[in-house]
């Protein structure tokens, strides 16, 4: 009876593991996954992040434009005597509101920067009271709104408003104005996805109704 011929050297070569150009194979193979799978958490975190932002900025905008209604709303005659609006253009409106409830108005000022909505507050003075422009205390409401050369924030409807008719025309006769609407485009990040956000909104002066 033969016995099959036993090969040590076969066996020797066959236990010697991974040639060097294996190894290094397998190393760049195992970088190349490791790099990968880094750039993709980086941009999912990127996006989260982004993502997280512009559900903020939506959350914030929402607050301001109730802030704004509000006072719009409540606009009435100045603690001085003068009518509840001062001024009204397509991108500024100047009114009196008691935005803090105290009992006396302040004068309220919104107007649209280069992408930005301000707001502007003078706080009556003096015995009597008198409204010193050069006391405004200016804030930022929204970043990042989208303008150009024909950029209007504002727009204004008479008592025969039915929403439907177009605006009034410029330059406003101010005793005739009875409803402010205002509108723009906003984003946290312009040079991204998604497109930015319309905002819009109508209101009507209380104050004014039966005038």
Avoid: C, H
Wanted: proline share 4%; hydrophobic share 35%; no cysteine.
């Amino acid at each position: 009876m033969k016995y099959p011929k036993f090969n040590l050297g076969a066996l020797v070569r066959s236990r010697r593991g991974f040639s060097l150009f294996e190894v290094i194979l397998t190393m760049a193979i195992a970088t190349s996954i490791i790099f990968v799978i880094a750039a993709f958490r980086s941009n999912l975190d990127q996006m989260q992040n982004f993502t997280s932002q512009k559900l903020q900025s939506r959350q914030d905008i929402d607050q301001t434009i109730q802030i704004m209604t509000t006072e719009i709303r409540s606009a009435g005659p100045s603690s001085a005597g003068a009518y509840p609006i001062e001024a009204a253009t397509s991108t500024s409106f100047t009114f009196y509101s008691d935005i803090d409830k105290n009992g006396v108005f302040d004068r309220v000022r919104y107007w649209l920067g280069t992408s930005t909505i301000q707001k502007g507050v003078v706080r009556p003075s003096g015995n009597p009271l008198t409204y010193t422009t050069s006391t405004e205390i200016v804030t930022t409401l929204v970043n990042n709104v989208v303008t150009n050369s024909s950029a209007t924030l504002f727009s204004y409807y008479d008592s025969n408003y039915t929403g439907s008719q177009t605006p009034m025309s410029f330059p406003i006769i101010i005793s005739q104005v009875r409803l402010v609407q205002f509108s723009f485009s906003a984003d946290i990040n312009t040079s991204s996805t998604p497109l930015p956000e319309f905002f819009s909104q109508t209101v009507d002066i209380r104050n004014l109704r039966s005038n």
